[in-house]
């Protein structure tokens, strides 16, 4: 069985579109942005023989705020300059009442079938209360990454919460 960190897109490997204290995600290729912590982070998750899989809620899709094939465009970025091992998305809305859309556990779930990920030894790292009930949920350790949001906390208290993505992979590696 593999062990895996599983990774929030928006607020953890782009930076997330703060407006009036709420993240949003970036809507086209142009807006989506990687911090320049990201890549060497990464790479240190693969040299302790980690899988990289991102965990993402699209649900602008649904809305009609974004078309899916520039979510689709962003997603093929990042594959170019991160070593990832899956990506994994949620197009729905809340109101659609899928198992896969965060909070939900179901693309974790998906994505360990696929990968043979020990989810006992794996990692969830977000940016929002939905990272972490979705990680908990799964039987994973969770990590928030605080960004001083203007939302509910989760309902499960993450392991770790940290600053960054450096600061949460220093903890993944010390545990």
Known sequence: MNRAVFLDRDGVLTRALVRDGKAFAPLKLAEAEIPAEVAPALA????????????????????????????????????????????????HDDAD?????????????????????????????????????????AGCRTILIECGYSERPPENTPDARVTSLREAVDWILRN
């Open 44 to 91: 240190r998750l693969k040299s302790a023989a980690f899988l990289l899989v991102v965990i993402t809620n699209q649900p602008d899709v649904a809305r009609g705020l974004a078309a899916q094939k520039d979510v689709e465009a962003i997603h093929a970025a990042l594959r170019k300059v991160l070593p990832l091992d899956g990506i994994f998305v949620c197009y």
């Open 97 to 137: 009442g899928c198992a896969c859309r965060k909070p939900q556990p179901g693309m974790l779930f998906e994505a360990a079938r696929k990968h043979a990920i020990d989810l006992a030894h794996s990692f969830m790292i977000g940016d929002r209360w939905r990272d972490v009930d979705a990680g908990a949920a």
